[in-house]
């Protein structure tokens, strides 16, 4: 949809340039870029082969030629080569010089008397772009409506920049296969695009309807995938592309279908016995309640002549687009083909006038994570650089997805897709969408319990109400329903944070009462990551609290009570000193993470009408999600070390880090968080980072012994053990019941004492 409306445009810059040719004198001093497919590359050719024979044929060419991958008949290869020339149509010269002409490697590794090479530049079929050695997984980038294999996921400007072939494959080499044996068995795949015809201005049968484009789909699957390949598949699709891939998995995957003679040979090719091979789909945009642009572009196309019904099968009102999305979620969540999804949808307006795809179209129709994207429906999939926020959002869900379905069976086993997929991202960095249909409670104390579904009525709220997304904070979503443009969407906490001002004690009395505020101004150069311990421990008791008149017990204070009280202290500093937001992350509520979070209240109210603790109480388990936010960062800072060499561009700087972890100290995995904090420790050694690089403060809430020795051991004794870098300090909440002298340096001692080695000492 948005390359047609492109199209569309880019014809009406044409002819304004043929008329006013004076204007387009800047755009043709810019080089041209065409990327091409050579195909039938004889064994032994290499990229060098390749690069000479194009020089051959036209010298000013200067081709860049990407690794060669071996094609599905094993007996050929193919070679990726984009080449610059100064115009369109020299570019096109190039192309065709080079069909069916003839290679002749200097090491050849076979008879290359029938090797005439075809090449093209339409990428039609399955077109391999890279592949590790031994790879585990297949994963097929699928375009959208009048889109291309290539340029639709590659970037406009100079030499294209393709993400899923340039950046994603040395990512997901990076990662292990099992995410908690960082030193194990390494991630490999294949990714490759599928490109199809479906051209809005082509009015051809074959493409007539998404039905159709669909089963040509599966042909070119069945073609790509050898006799006997059992290796898991994976999906990444763009808007149309995202409906053709579930409309081709209802024919390949659903009982009925495989009654029918056409469709009889998907049983080989997507499942291994009775284990279904598609592990995972990533939705870019997908319009599956339609587009509101639909009913302007095919009264476009209506006047061209081109294909209207299939973009008619794109509005709102369709139904065969309706019938798709259900059968689809059906299907999805069987027994027999669990799938999970994550949908993406663009945070920008096209041409900025309207979303192609509304994110409650992207979003409403299943209950799955969601990611908003910067950019609009056609730029949201061109990532310029490895270090673009969106494109370090999108990598790190899919090596997840695929880390945990190839891991091993412990993580598949659950009732539905929508529970399976809450349990593959359950330690992303990144906040994502809760389920509609368990919000907790708001907090009301130790003994509160949920409300029932007439009382939810009442206060004119639901648990399932569709307008609720909740959305990432950090990646800048402008939701209508947020608190900022509805104030009424989220309850207040009757818990208010202490504000800086009232902490802050003047540095003497001869300055006019000035604050002294030169201790915490260290923030500033940190981002501040909070990890709360949301176990059934922290429902345990550790006083009583007496009635206002003193004289009789009304409730016992729990420690989720302490915690919310420490943090009214700490979190109009932390919020005003880190001033592009504090994220929060919790050990089970993994859909109420938050990121850049820039008003204490918010933090506080997360805690009292939005998350309790785990009321089933499955132990204190911190290292998976200890281990997920160290990964994450040092991933980041690595890649910045490995480009501070590079002129162009210059790599973004992450800040410091100080991860404060507020917990009861009961830790059911110890030693495998003194594994994660020790490899941390060894990696930015290894990177040569700042001694302040990354700092961890444990805040114990509560008066736990065994606990309290535990955590002072990895205070004290953990660096000097495995001689690695000391980022670790741990602290005391001490109940402050009124402000006085101390309180201050107590709290700079909290705040800092992971990232301050001074203070750490104290």
């Known amino acids: ?3 047609l409306i492109d199209n569309i445009h880019r014809r009406a810059h044409r002819v304004h340039a043929r008329f006013h040719p004076h204007h387009g004198d800047r755009h043709a001093e810019r080089d041209s870029y065409l990327t091409l497919t050579i195909r039938n590359l004889p064994l032994g050719t290499t990229e060098n082969d390749v690069y000479e024979h194009i020089r051959r044929q036209r010298h000013d060419s200067d081709p860049i030629v990407n690794p060669l991958t071996k094609e599905t008949n094993q007996r050929t290869l193919c070679a990726i080569v984009t080449i610059r020339q100064e115009t369109d149509e020299k570019c096109k010269m190039v192309r065709d010089k080079l069909n069916l002409t003839r290679i002749y490697p200097k090491h050849p590794a076979g008879d290359v008397r029938d090797s005439a090479v075809m090449v093209s530049d339409e990428f039609l079929g399955v077109t391999t772009i890279a592949e590790h050695d031994d790879p585990q997984f297949d994963m097929y980038f699928v375009h959208g409506l009048g889109g291309h294999a290539f340029k639709s996921w590659s970037t406009d400007k100079g030499a294209p920049h393709m993400w899923p072939r340039d950046f994603l494959p040395n990512d997901i080499k990076a990662r292990p296969l099992d995410p908690m044996n960082w030193h194990g068995r390494k991630l490999a795949g294949r990714l490759a695009t599928v490109g199809y015809r479906a051209s809005a201005m082509c009015a051809s049968a074959a493409t007539a309807t998404i039905d159709k484009i669909s089963q040509n789909f599966l042909n070119h699957l069945r073609a790509d995938r050898t006799e006997g390949s059992k290796r898991p598949m994976y999906f990444a699709c763009h808007s149309l592309g995202g409906l053709v891939v579930c409309q081709a998995l209802i024919h390949a995957l ?7 003679e056409r469709f009889q040979d998907c049983q080989s090719t997507f ?21 509101r642009l639909a009913r302007y572009a095919s009264r476009i196309v209506k006047f061209l002549r081109g294909n209207d019904t299939l973009i008619d099968s794109l509005s709102i009102e369709s139904e065969d687009l309706n019938t798709i999305v259900a059968r689809f979620d059906q299907m999805r969540n069987h027994s027999r083909t669990r799938i999970p999804i994550v949908i993406a949808y663009e945070m920008q307006p096209m041409f900025g006038m309207r979303f192609v795809t509304d994110p409650d179209s992207a979003m409403s129709s299943f209950d799955c994570q969601t990611i908003g994207i910067e950019g609009d429906h056609r730029t949201m999939i061109k990532m310029e650089n490895n270090q673009d926020r969106s494109y370090r959002d999108v990598a790190e869900f899919i090596i997840r997805m695929i880390q945990r379905t190839l891991s091993g069976p412990r993580s598949i086993p659950s009732p539905s897709a929508a529970k399976l997929e809450r349990i593959l991202f359950r330690e992303l960095p990144f906040r994502q969408s809760p389920t509609r249909d368990e919000s907790p409670p708001p907090y009301t104390g130790r003994n509160s319990r949920r409300p029932s579904t007439e009382s939810s009525a009442s206060n004119g709220t639901s648990a399932s109400d569709p307008s609720r997304h909740c959305q990432p904070a950090d990646l800048g979503i402008s939701n209508p329903n947020s608190e900022a443009n509805n104030t009424s969407s989220r309850s207040r906490s009757n818990i208010v944070p202490v504000k800086l001002n009232d902490i802050m004690m003047p540095l003497n009395r001869g300055n006019g009462g000035k604050e002294d505020n030169r201790d915490f101004a260290l923030l500033s150069k940190f981002d501040v990551v909070f990890l709360l311990d949301d176990s059934g421990s922290m429902m345990e008791a550790i006083e009583a609290v007496p009635s206002s008149n003193g004289n009789c017990v009304t409730r016992e204070r729990s420690k989720w009570d302490e915690m919310i009280e420490s943090l009214r202290y700490i979190v109009d500093i932390v919020t005003h000193y880190d001033r592009d937001g504090v994220d929060v992350h919790f050990l089970y509520r993994e859909d109420k993470d938050e990121f850049r979070i820039q008003d204490g209240q918010r933090i506080l109210d997360l805690l009292t009408n939005e998350v309790s603790p785990d009321e089933i109480g499955g132990g204190t388990f911190i290292s998976e999600r200890l281990w997920t936010i160290l990964t994450a960062y040092i991933d980041r800072f690595e890649n910045y070390r490995r480009r501070m060499g590079e002129r162009a561009p210059s790599p973004e700087k992450p800040k410091m880090l100080n991860l404060i972890m507020i917990t009861d100290g009961a830790a059911d995995d110890k030693d495998a968080v003194e594994d994660v904090i020790v490899n941390a420790a060894r990696r930015l050694d290894e990177l040569r980072a700042l001694p302040n690089q990354v700092g961890i403060q444990f805040l114990q809430i509560g008066r736990n012994e065994t606990a309290s020795r535990w ?30 002298k101390s309180l201050q340096e107590r709290l700079t001692n909290i705040l800092l004492g992971g990232i301050d080695r001074a203070r750490d000492m104290e």
């Open 1 to 3: 949809m948005a390359t």
């Open 711 to 740: 955590l002072k051991k990895l205070d004290d004794d953990l660096n000097k053990k495995h001689r690695v870098r000391d980022m670790i300090d741990t602290r005391p909440w001490d109940r402050v019941d009124e402000i006085d």
């Open 271 to 291: 499942f291994n016995g009775e284990e279904c091979l598609v592990k995972g789909i990533f939705f870019f945009g997908t319009p599956f309640e339609g587009s």
């Open 254 to 260: 659903s009982e009925e279908s495989h009654r029918l």
